[in-house]
């Protein structure tokens, strides 16, 4: 569990991220419509893990090479806007949990489970 101090810094992180994703010029990171869903920064602020959740996404490999080449200037805007001493170094890694729960969505739908119209399962009274 993360102290109140570094929740408040991840917050700030991920706040300022999603509005700086969107202003990088590079066709590679503008694929699609990216979320950031979370952001992890270690206790000494050195490292920082950025989630990322992409609708309409064409290619991982190319988005990933496009971030790591934007990551000098996201983390020189980031430092401007979020107040630190030392800003940490970005860690992207794409964040398939939305993608997960629309399989699952998609599995469950697709059983043939007939729908209960008695009321079986209580006590006898």
């Given at each position: 569990?993360?102290?109140n ?9 991920q ?17 699609g ?7 992890d ?10 989630y990322?959740?992409v ?22 805007e ?10 940490p170094e ?7 949990s939305i ?27």
């Open positions: 569990m993360a102290s101090k570094l929740q408040r810094i991840n917050e700030d992180i706040y300022a991220l999603s509005e700086l994703v969107r202003s990088v010029k590079d066709p590679r990171v503008q694929q419509m990216i979320s950031i869903t979370g952001v920064t270690t206790g000494d602020l050195k490292y920082c893990k950025v990322l959740s609708l309409g996404l064409q290619s991982e490999k190319e988005l990933m090479k496009g971030l790591k080449s934007a990551s000098g200037y996201l983390r020189r980031l430092g401007q806007r979020v107040k630190l001493r030392n800003v970005l860690i992207f890694q794409l964040d398939r993608e997960y729960g629309a399989h699952i969505n998609e599995i469950l739908n697709k059983l043939d489970i007939p729908e209960d119209t008695e009321d079986d399962g209580g006590i006898d009274g």
